[in-house]
């Protein structure tokens, strides 16, 4: 090995010298000026932002648009191995001062290697959707075979942690890889389309703004997006959270005050509350992700880690629908499902639901196929899962939020719990209806049905379904967090494996 000053590189490795530093953004300072006009951070700074310092391995940096009069550094893509709190991780991103970071017959080539890299070495893939589809100059070069570009991410389902961070504009195949994502991270600025001005243009006869197509807003009003962050500074720090939860347990966190959960349910039974902090009483503090959170409000979906845990909460919200699940809550809670099953991450049910919702505005909905995907995910999960009944467990919303016939590992009641096949006034209304009709003055009427449900009721207590051990134990809510505990503790560590548990329905 040669020791001391290096006096000047051979002519062959000055070549390699040039041409890679070309490549940085030092050496393109006007591209740089462009992101910056944007608001934006180059995607070479992004990545140095969320990987761990001096990690980054780059693939394909060399890589030069397939047409000689379109010159691009790294053709628009940037991409590697990394390290994310010591941890591997596969860096992709699209880089929008070339060529609007349109996807093209070499970095499509470039791509296609880093996502099978990522499936053979079951390494999450971190990838930032900045650009604006096809390459249409490319369309005219010779066939280069076929593009799996697409196919080869979607294989990736079930196998890998994916995210994707939308904070420009991801339209086309941009937003294809969006949508096949595990988790997609938008910031407000950002907008997302299946097609971009042109073809909306072509299509439609008026331009619209990309900003008019795919604001952030309705993305995430539609489901579209799992977090919307203020900020890329925010949307990078999410996506660290976020891989966070597939590493298995980390060192416990601080622990909320205990006590606090004795009165966050109301004593009386038809006032709501808030079941968010329910899930933050029984988190360590800070650690709770929610995903979707303005979609299917009736329902609370979030990663959070217990006593150092990963778990997976899903809970029914009484401040919407009274907790009742309707067909958006249905798939955002079959979806997390799949999602904590593929990753044996423990899920952990909240139960406070009336039931079903019910009437004819939601059948038109197609509830009926819906919320059989709820059960139909649960039922085929073989991730650990833990119940615990705040209030209301009633009908076939009870059924599907983790009931006794879904063989929870743990299933617990709060004092406040009540349980039904049905809502108690609407099981008094049919098995006492001859009696009730049979009383023709109508405070009388209300009256008795007023008698009845409370004897019912009586029946359907915490501590009366206890009795006929419907439930493994009434609790002090104060207990819960150390009784889950306990138990995430005592469940067997999933096997290892190399392969795919299931796929995770992009919906």
Known sequence: MTKGKDKGARADLARVRQARAARLDEARPKAVAQQQGRGLQTIRQSIAALIDDGSFVEYGGLAAPARDDMP????????????????????VGYDYTVHAGTQSAINH???NRMFALAERNQWPLVGWWDGGGARPHDMILPARGSNPTFVTFA?????????????????AGQANLAGLSDLVIATPGATMGMAGPPLVAAALGHWLSPEEIGPMEVHEAAGAIDVLCEDEVGALATARQYLGFFRGRRAPGAAPDQTKLR?????????????????????????????????????????????GWPVGAIANQPMVLAGAIDSDASDKIARFIQLCDAYDIPILFLCDTPGLMVGPEVEGTALVRHSARILTALANATTPFMTVVLRKAYGLGYYVMGAAACDPDLLLAWPTAEFGGMGIEGAVNIIHRAELEAIEDEAERAERHRLRTEELKTYHTALATAERFHVDDVIDPAETRAILANTLAALPAPAPGRGRKRTVDPW
């Open 263 to 307: 009165d966050l349910i109301p004593e009386n039974p038809r006032r709501a509350y808030n079941v968010r902090r329910v899930v933050e009483g029984l988190a360590d503090t800070g650690s709770v992700l929610e995903l979707r959170p303005n979609f299917g409000k009736a329902a609370v979906t979030a990663l959070m880690h217990l006593d």
């Open 109 to 111: 080539r470039k791509a």
């Open 72 to 91: 691009g550094a790294a053709d628009g893509l940037v991409m590697g191995t990394a390290r994310i709190d010591g941890d591997p991780v596969v860096v």
């Open 155 to 171: 294989r990736l389902s079930g196998k890998v942690p994916t995210v994707a961070l939308v904070t420009g504009r991801a339209f």
